[in-house]
């Protein structure tokens, strides 16, 4: 066979073996975007179903409970309230952590 003949014909396709030129490193990159959209995606995903499954009454956490505890045993340490209101409030906190619980109401100051 001539190397004539091995030409291809005027007007015939030619596939990109190289990718235009682009080479290894395009499609590398383009991988590279892809697996970091699928990760935001899922994670968008798992934040959404999460804030979804914990409703809007859960949003505090239970180290704010335990807060408001402290925060009542320093105003009673302090001399700010006395040992009735302290222990009616520590009472009200208790009751609220109750699952079910509608809360009381806090007594006047």
């Known amino acids: 066979m001539k190397a004539a003949d091995r030409r291809r014909p005027e007007g015939d396709a030619t596939m990109m073996w190289d990718w235009g030129g682009f080479g290894w490193g395009w ?14 995606v899922i994670g968008a995903v798992v ?13 505090e956490g239970p180290g704010e409970r335990e807060d408001a505890e402290r925060i009542l045993a320093d105003r009673f340490a302090s001399g700010q309230i006395d040992g009735q209101e302290y222990h009616e409030r520590l009472d009200t906190l208790r009751a609220a952590r109750r699952p079910g619980a509608t809360g009381g109401s806090p007594s006047p100051r």
């Open 27 to 40: 499609g590398l990159l383009m991988m590279a975007f892809m697996a970091v959209f699928w990760l935001v």
């Open 47 to 59: 934040a959404g179903l999460v804030a979804l499954l914990r409703g809007p009454g859960r949003r």
